[in-house]
């Protein structure tokens, strides 16, 4: 994906007719589909700063194991996780062993009560579990809905299992190391740059506008492989002091 072949496809996209990309709920090519993170809709309680967390375990240690690095748009960026308490799958035997785990039900469940919606009310009959969840039980590609435009590129990045995200990124599970490659590349980018919307003048990706309308590139079987080693490098290169891991 040279910066000859994203000239191309540049001129490809701006030098002719005008086309109008419309909204679409599906990809247009065969690739895995994208979709929001998580939205917990829980008034901020179950949500931690590191040195919070770590005061929660000290005075409940047995909540150790429910805790789950949370990143949204900023946290991606920065490299800098909250924590989210995820106790959707905890029974309730477990739940009673652990009162200060309940106070945040209990608080999580109040606030819900209190919305004005009538949909938020209803998720107070099960205040551990999230409005939306989507939790892969592979690894997933991660995407900022809003980043800088003074970046080269979105910033994009690969996650494990144990790591949850929430709806202000968009996550793309049962991706490849080709797929990461490919919407890093000059080609995404040029793409991007002329269909997302815009925050101010941040980019403002979208599924159904950027993603879902992609016109993804025939590669064959020795281009893929070296897509993926690119994508592979990115990783290697971007997210060094993490833990993240290594996409096959």
Known sequence: LSSAASDVYKRQLLDGENVFVESRSKP???????????????????????????????????????????????EFINQKPRYCLWLGECTPAELKAMPHCMERVKAVREYRLASPSAGTVKLAD?????????????????????????????????????????DLVFIVPNATAYHL?????????AWVRAVCGRL???????????????????HNEAQKEKIEQTAQGILAVSYTHLTLPTIR
């Open 28 to 74: 247009i090519c065969n690739v895995p589909e994208i979709g929001i993170g998580n939205k917990p809709i829980d008034g901020g309680f179950y949500l931690f700063e590191k040195e919070e967390m770590e005061d929660f375990i000290k005075n409940e240690p047995s909540s150790k194991k429910y805790f789950r690095p949370w990143y949204g748009s900023r």
């Open 200 to 218: 101010k003048s941040d980019y403002r990706y979208s599924k159904d506008i950027v993603y879902n309308n992609f016109p993804w590139l025939m």
């Open 126 to 166: 099960k205040p551990t579990r999230f409005h939306v969840e989507n939790m892969p039980k592979g690894n997933y590609i991660v995407i900022p809905k809003v980043s800088s435009e003074n970046r080269k590129y979105v910033p994009m990045g690969l996650m494990s299992p144990d790591m949850l995200c929430s």
């Open 181 to 189: 490659g490919v919407l890093t590349s000059n080609v995404h980018m």
